[in-house]
């Protein structure tokens, strides 16, 4: 295979797995470093003086394509990350090269075989008409990856393309106090059917939500259901306190009590669990006491 | 002439494997892969043991085969009249008498894996009566396997590193070859077949693999496969129901690639 293959496939992985450009251009070089064994391939000609003793002393696609030394170099990734990824690139770079009608001795110093993919009428010569057929398949593919991987992976893809509200809420548990909003549809209990885009406050029940509907507090199941709907975060987080008494907030604010999530206008009274963009409470005294 | 440097780096073989079996009598099989000496061994083999012996190859004719065992063992042929007949001018059948008259002979057989069925037939009478000893390939048809039961099976694996050198050293040597030494025996991978092919500049690398040299990793894609199966039930596991579907999808693209990744394996 050529480098632009091998380059190709690797970014493909690293984008399928949702890895970020920086980290992906690690797994790239990585894709490109076996075939320094090879005088006349891209690195090669590059770090000729590297290469021609590497051709003499080991060969190509035999000692310095081999799993052996790739696997104890990516073992070494333990102490530094970006390691790991060269080194997986590597292993990507041998596993495509097995395709190779020639196919890899990538066991050796420990035996000869020689590893190959399917047979031999079924695999691909190195700068064919094919090759170049498989090269723009996978740059396509790549090109694809890289827009899925914007709205999150393919587990991101599946909830974009399902909108469902079971996914959007699973989803949602595992963001934490991130403050997140939902976009969908919305079946009020009159049989009303609402497109809403709103924030959502928390979860209450046990697989209900609240949101943010405009100036009010809408219950998801207790007041509406929701047909459809999509997560969008925003990457801030909200303030929390816990609060054992009583305490006047000069914010808006959202607080637990108990059953359900409540919303408190600037002035109004907050117990239990709050929430807030900007938290500022005021304490109280009844009768000299403090209930904060 | 090459069959005997073809021996070289055969010592511990030759002097603990057969030696000792050719003494005893002993019937055994030289097993692996096209190229790897095996005829070269047989040849050894047959000129160290002692009388009666017959060298064939299933690769002749049933004819050719019994005709070459009369001359070796200097058969009489005598027609039902009591006439002696010539060995070129006698039927299969009158051959045939004759071979089965006589016993315990050691019969050497070369491309043991060709046999075609009425040579079979022959082989299993010859097993009952003398010593076969065989050169053949690693896979055999089923008709010949009762055949090999009993033989021990000795196989031939390619030279060791240590010896490659040499051994292309004495081929370079021999034919007068201007191919590099150290290129031969690097590329021929310890076959010695291949280094001579090499050295007389028949053969390049690439026509040159043999069969059970390659090894398919292609099974691992069947595993990744399962693996993508399993995800559906891990998603169960986490209720992750993304995962789930992510699962379910992958499952459904995999079992329908598995046909296309049969096809490639066969």
């Known amino acids: 295979m050529i480098a632009v293959t091998h380059v190709t496939f690797a970014g493909f992985l690293g984008f399928l797995a949702g890895l970020t450009p920086q980290k992906a251009a690690l797994l790239g070089l990585g894709a490109l470093l076996p075939d320094l064994d090879h005088p006349r391939s891209f690195l090669g000609r590059a770090f000729f003086y590297v290469s021609i003793p590497l051709h003499h002393f080991l060969g190509h696609r035999k000692a310095f394509h081999g799993f052996p030394l790739w696997i104890a170099f990516t073992a070494l990734g333990y102490f530094k990350p970006e390691i790991y990824l060269v080194g997986l690139g590597a292993i990507s770079h041998i596993l495509l090269d097995c395709w190779n009608i020639s196919g890899v001795q990538a066991l050796e110093p420990f035996s000869e075989r020689v590893l190959v993919l399917f047979s031999r009428k079924y695999r691909i010569a190195t700068g064919s008409s094919t090759e170049y057929i498989l090269l723009i398949c996978l740059l396509f593919l790549t090109a694809g990856t890289t827009k899925v991987n914007a709205i999150g992976g393919f587990r991101g893809l599946v909830a974009y393309i399902t909108a469902s509200p079971k996914i959007a809420l699973q989803q949602y548990k595992s963001k934490g106090p991130e403050i997140c909003y939902l976009s969908g549809k919305l079946r009020w209990k009159n049989g009303e059917i609402e497109q809403i885009s709103a924030q959502i406050v928390g979860l209450e029940g046990f697989n209900g939500v609240a949101l943010r509907l405009d100036d009010r507090l809408v219950h998801v ?25 009583f305490a006047k907030t000069l914010t808006e604010a959202y607080f637990f009590d108990g059953k359900a999530w409540r919303f408190a206008k600037p002035e109004n009274y907050v117990f239990g669990q709050i929430l807030g963009s900007k938290l500022s ?11 904060l | 002439m090459w069959r005997q440097i073809g021996l070289i780096g055969r010592d511990k073989l030759l002097k603990q494997e057969l030696y000792w079996r050719l003494k005893k009598r002993v019937s055994f099989a030289l097993i692996g892969p096209a190229g790897v000496g095996k005829t070269a061994l047989l040849e050894w083999c047959f000129d160290h043991a002692k009388e009666p012996k017959v060298f064939l190859s299933s690769s002749h004719t049933v004819r050719e085969n019994l005709q070459a065992f009369c001359k070796a063992l200097d058969l009489q042929l005598i027609d039902n009249k009591g006439k002696k007949i010539a060995i070129s001018r006698a039927t299969v059948n009158q051959l045939e008498q004759a071979c089965l008259k006589v016993s315990d002979v050691l019969i050497f057989i070369d491309d043991f894996e060709r046999s075609t069925p009425s040579w079979i037939r022959r082989l299993k009478l010859f097993a009952e009566r003398h010593v076969l000893i065989v050169a053949t390939r690693p896979k055999i048809k089923e008709d010949l396997k009762p055949l090999m039961w009993g033989m021990s099976e000795i196989n031939i694996m390619p030279l060791e590193k240590k010896y490659r050198q040499k051994l292309a050293f004495a081929f370079c040597n021999h034919l007068g070859s201007a191919t590099s030494i150290k290129e031969i025996a690097t590329k021929s991978r310890g076959y010695p077949a291949r280094m001579l092919a090499q050295a007389k ?38 209720n992750e129901t993304d995962l789930y579907v992510l699962g379910g999808i992958g499952a459904a693209i995999g079992l329908f690639a598995r046909f296309m990744l049969y096809r490639g394996m066969k």
């Not at chain 1, 007041?223 to 609060?243: I, M």
């Not at chain 1, 005294?285 to 209930?291: N, V």
């Not at chain 2, 043999?210 to 099974?219: A, Q, R």
Request: glycine share 8%.
């Open chain 1, 221 to 245: 199941p207790a007041q509406a259901n929701l047909l459809k709907a999509r997560l969008k975060c925003s990457g801030q987080k909200y303030e929390t306190l816990r609060l054992t008494g």
């Open chain 1, 281 to 291: 409470l005021e304490m109280i005294e009844i009768d000299g006491e403090s209930h």
């Open chain 2, 201 to 238: 500049g028949e053969a390049s690398l690439n026509s040159m693999k043999v069969e059970g040299e390659e090894l398919d990793i292609s099974p691992l894609l069947l595993l990744a496969i399962a693996c993508l199966v399993a995800v559906r039930y891990v998603a169960i596991g986490l």
